[in-house]
């Protein structure tokens, strides 16, 4: 019995979802929803954490220390905009920024890439550009 129960804890409250509902759920909670720490140990596998962003550490605790921490003490919030998914790899394309009641924050349109193995985010990338308040075309950055 102990070692059915031993299995039963090591399965993720993520088993039978698709990598790209893992990520969507995890970036919701985390960034739109504004819990990261609970996002974290949710989504976030304890045992391998590999971040590509040269401002973070490696590992879950890195990522509630910093990224985590950061999110709660400030007004950072993001808007997902879109989410592609190619096997174990997900994209967010989403729209952040630091003082969403400020009209002036224009914030930055960012892509940040997940891969998920067993039911856990395990590696992060990504990329972020600021939304220019004079572009120069029509288009928007979503």
């Known amino acids: ?3 059915f129960l ?5 399965i993720p409250a993520t088993a039978g979802q698709t990598p790209k509902q893992i990520v969507t759920a995890f970036f919701d909670l ?23 962003n040269p401002g973070g550490a490696d590992g879950r605790a890195a990522f ?21 998914a190619e096997g174990n790899l997900v994209v967010v ?5 630091e003082n969403p009641a400020e009209a002036s ?3 930055s349109a960012v892509v940040d890439i997940f891969r998920v193995d067993k039911g856990l985010i395990v590696e992060h990338w990504d990329v972020e550009q600021a939304v220019p308040s004079k572009p120069k075309n029509r288009n928007t950055m979503f």
Do not use: W
């Open 93 to 97: 394309h989403n729209h952040c920024k």
């Open 64 to 84: 509630i220390a910093g990224f985590a921490a950061y999110v709660e003490k400030t007004n950072f919030r993001c808007d997902i905009k879109r989410v592609i």
């Open 105 to 107: 924050d224009r914030g």
């Open 30 to 52: 985390a960034f739109v929803q504004r819990k990261p720490v609970e996002a974290a140990r949710k989504y976030i596998s304890a045992d391998q954490y590999i971040q590509h």
């Open 1 to 3: 019995m102990l070692v």
């Open 6 to 10: 031993s299995a039963l804890a090591a």
